[in-house]
């Protein structure tokens, strides 16, 4: 029994023996140490100088805080260098590019260059292994920061073997200057006739009244405003306040891309009368074989104070055997009845007008013709009104 005690015990320590070793030996591994030198400006464009620093923050700022890698300090490193008359930002133009890195006391070299190629970068970069001369290369091309963020990855598993994530949602900036991007096309339809065109605030030129010939402007990649003016008669209706003011809007320019806008100016008066029409409708009767004629609508809409207005108009029209008509119409107003009956004898012509509420119900019957009944019904709103904009004025 003891010897059997002893040999569980035996195993039991043998195991425990190797998980520690395995354990030891991971723990063991030895740090890389990296020398981040730099990346210069290949495109001789000294415009894009500042990317420089910006590629070299980013790297330094996500390796930084890696397991496993020994980010050397940019300080010491100069201070080093200077003692022996080197340069950092020649040593990969230096054949002695390993020396270097011995005398730094670095494993790693890792640096290399960048080209602006219209709106993207191209970042290369060399990854040079001190002790045996081994070089790794690799790119990333793109617009926005992450391209930056992917070298930094790509470096950290070529040293240690675990992939890191170092892109965010936050990183897809664009890291080329807007004023330094090529501009792009802003195409602008209006059937306004010589309206003024206001440009970030600037006077532009004026429309050609043809809607479907675009003005084309050139713009600087950002944000931009447009305005167009052509008179205290013209521009935009907010609703449902009904409230005048001139068009203008903004909008985002990028580089290489067209923008197309139409402007939506209008004559108030043209505005306004669509939001007063409700409803408007007509019946022509032929004698003597017409029959009875029945319609009903649906009405809604929002007043100038934000509430809602609804309602139904029923029509009923029935000629008579003697050539008139009569008609009786239903209007319910929000929850309110409202019935009217009118006859129009063969000869004559009767109209009916009420204001209820917000709405005003027309109907017009005509018997004059012997063979022909004309009949003409409509809602309208009577808060909004041709001219209501020079009672106004513009918000403006």
């Known amino acids: 029994m003891k010897t059997a005690i002893k040999k569980t015990t035996l195993l039991f320590l043998l195991l425990l023996l190797v998980i520690t070793l395995s354990?030891?030996?991971?723990?063991?591994?030895?740090?890389?140490?990296?020398?981040l030198i730099g990346f210069d400006n290949?495109?001789?464009n000294d415009e894009h100088?500042?990317?420089t620093a910006l590629i070299t923050?980013?790297?330094r700022e996500d390796i930084s805080g890696t397991e496993g890698i020994i980010l050397l300090e940019r300080s010491l490193m100069n201070k080093v260098l200077d003692e022996q008359k080197m340069q950092i930002s020649g040593l990969f133009d230096d054949q002695n590019a390993v020396e270097a890195g011995k005398l730094l006391g670095s494993d790693y070299l890792a640096g290399g260059g960048y080209i602006v190629m219209d709106t993207e970068v191209l970042v290369d970069i060399t990854l040079i292994d001190v002790e045996t001369g081994a070089v790794v290369s690799f790119s990333s091309r793109g617009n926005s920061e992450d391209i930056i963020h992917l070298v930094a990855e790509k470096i950290v598993r070529e040293l240690?073997?675990?992939?890191?994530?170092?892109?965010?949602a936050e990183s897809d900036r664009p890291i080329i200057k807007e004023t330094l991007m090529p501009p792009g096309t802003l195409k602008f339809f209006s059937p306004m006739i010589r309206a003024r065109i206001y440009i970030d605030g600037e006077f532009y030129g004026y429309t050609t009244g043809n809607a479907t010939i675009p003005v084309e402007v050139e713009l600087q990649p950002g944000l931009h405003t447009i305005k167009t003016d052509v008179g205290h008669d013209f521009g935009i209706v907010k609703e449902p306040e009904i409230l005048f003011k001139k068009w203008e809007t903004e909008f985002e320019i990028k580089s290489g891309k067209s923008v197309v806008l139409e402007d939506p100016s209008r004559h108030f008066n043209d505005r306004l009368y669509d939001l007063q029409k409700i409803i408007r409708d007509d019946k022509t009767f032929y004698l003597p074989d017409s029959k009875p004629f029945n319609s009903e609508y649906d009405f809604s809409f929002t007043d100038r104070k934000g509430n809602p207005v609804t309602g139904s108009l029923t029509v009923l029209l029935t000629p008579t055997e003697v050539g008139g008509v009569t008609a009786?119409?239903?209007?319910?107003?929000?929850?309110?009845?409202?019935?009217?009956?009118?006859?129009?004898?063969?000869?004559?012509?009767?109209?009916?007008e009420r204001d209820i509420g917000l709405i005003r119900l027309g109907i017009e019957l005509s018997c004059r013709y012997r063979n022909r009944i004309e009949a003409d019904w409509d809602l309208w709103r009577n808060d909004v009104y041709q001219g209501l904009h020079r009672e106004e004025g513009l918000t403006e």
């Open 23 to 35: 354990v030891t030996g991971q723990e063991a591994q030895p740090e890389k140490r990296l020398a």
């Open 49 to 51: 100088d500042y990317l």
């Open 328 to 352: 009786q119409a239903m209007l319910i107003y929000n929850t309110e009845r409202h019935v009217f009956d009118l006859q129009c004898r063969p000869g004559e012509a009767v109209e009916l």
């Open 57 to 59: 923050a980013v790297i």
């Open 160 to 168: 240690t073997g675990k992939r890191h994530i170092f892109r965010t």
């Open 42 to 44: 290949m495109d001789e």
